[in-house]
T-cell receptor
Framework: KQEVTQIPAALSVPEGENLVLNCSFTDSAIYNLQWFRQDPGKGLTSLLLIQSSQREQTSGRLNASLDKSSGRSTLYIAASQPGDSATYLCAVRPDNYGQNFVFGPGTRLSVLP | SQTIHQWPATLVQPVGSPLSLECTVEGTSNPNLYWYRQAAGRGLQLLFYSVGIGQISSEVPQNLSASRPQDRQFILSSKKLLLSDSGFYLC???????????FGSGTRLTVV
C-alpha cells in the first residue's frame, strides 16, 4: 500500500529565503506526482504535476523534482514571499491498486516579513 | 475552460439531520469525480470516487453515500448526521490517470 510522508511538518523562514519541501513515497510504481497549496479554510490549488517519466517541472518561482526510483520529490521555492505562506501537500497516483491519488500530511510554511 | 463548483461553502447541521452536498464540473465530459474529507488536524481521506454515471466506489465504510445522477454532477449525502461527520469536504475531478486533480473550494460542515 502506498504511503506518503512529508518533512518537515512545519517550517518558518524569513522573506527572501530559498527553501525546499520534501515528499517521500513508499512504492515507486506511480503514474505521476502532484504538488498542491492549501490556504487556511480553502480548497487545494494545484501547483505542479510531474509524470513518472519526467525529472522536474517548473512554474515561476517553483521547481518540483521527482526521483521515482528512490521514492522522493522536492518542491523548491525561490525567493520566498509572505504570500507563499500556506500548507503544501504532495500526492502520488499509484499505477496499480486504486489508481487514486494518495496524499501526504502536508508541510505548513510560514514566510515572515 | 473547465471549472468545478461546490456548494454550500459552510453548513451547520444538527445531529441526526440529513445532508446533501453538491459538486458540478463544467467544460469537460465523463470526468472522474471524487469526494474527500479533511478533518481538523488530519490529512485528506478519500470517501468516494466515480468513473461514470451511476458508478460509485466507496473507500471508507460510514453513514455517508454518494450518487452521480448526471455526467458532471456528484452528490454526497447522509440520512442521519453524526458528530464525527464534521469536517471539510472537498470535491475533485480528473480526466484520467495521466492527469492531476482539480479541487473545488470545499464545504465546511459542522454537526452540532
Amino acid at each position: 500500500k502506498q504511503e506518503v510522508t512529508q518533512i518537515p511538518a512545519a517550517l518558518s523562514v524569513p522573506e527572501g529565503e530559498n527553501l525546499v519541501l520534501n515528499c517521500s513515497f513508499t512504492d515507486s510504481a506511480i503514474y505521476n506526482l502532484q504538488w498542491f497549496r492549501q490556504d487556511p479554510g480553502k480548497g487545494l490549488t494545484s501547483l505542479l504535476l510531474i509524470q513518472s517519466s519526467q525529472r522536474e517541472q517548473t512554474s515561476g518561482r517553483l521547481n518540483a523534482s521527482l526521483d521515482k526510483s528512490s521514492g522522493r520529490s522536492t518542491l523548491y521555492i525561490a525567493a520566498s514571499q509572505p504570500g507563499d505562506s500556506a500548507t503544501y501537500l504532495c500526492a502520488v497516483r499509484p499505477d496499480n491498486y486504486g489508481q487514486n491519488f494518495v496524499f501526504g500530511p502536508g508541510t505548513r510554511l510560514s514566510v515572515l516579513p | 475552460s473547465q471549472t468545478i463548483h461546490q456548494w454550500p461553502a459552510t453548513l451547520v447541521q444538527p445531529v441526526g439531520s440529513p445532508l446533501s452536498l453538491e459538486c458540478t464540473v463544467e467544460g469537460t465530459s465523463n470526468p472522474n469525480l471524487y469526494w474527500y474529507r479533511q478533518a481538523a488536524g488530519r490529512g485528506l481521506q478519500l470517501l468516494f470516487y466515480s468513473v461514470g454515471i451511476g458508478q460509485i466506489s466507496s473507500e471508507v465504510p460510514q453513514n455517508l453515500s454518494a450518487s452521480r445522477p448526471q455526467d458532471r454532477q456528484f452528490i454526497l449525502s447522509s440520512k442521519k448526521l453524526l458528530l464525527s461527520d464534521s469536517g471539510f469536504y472537498l470535491c475533485a475531478w480528473s480526466e484520467g490517470v495521466y492527469y492531476g486533480y482539480t479541487f473545488g473550494s470545499g464545504t465546511r460542515l459542522t454537526v452540532v
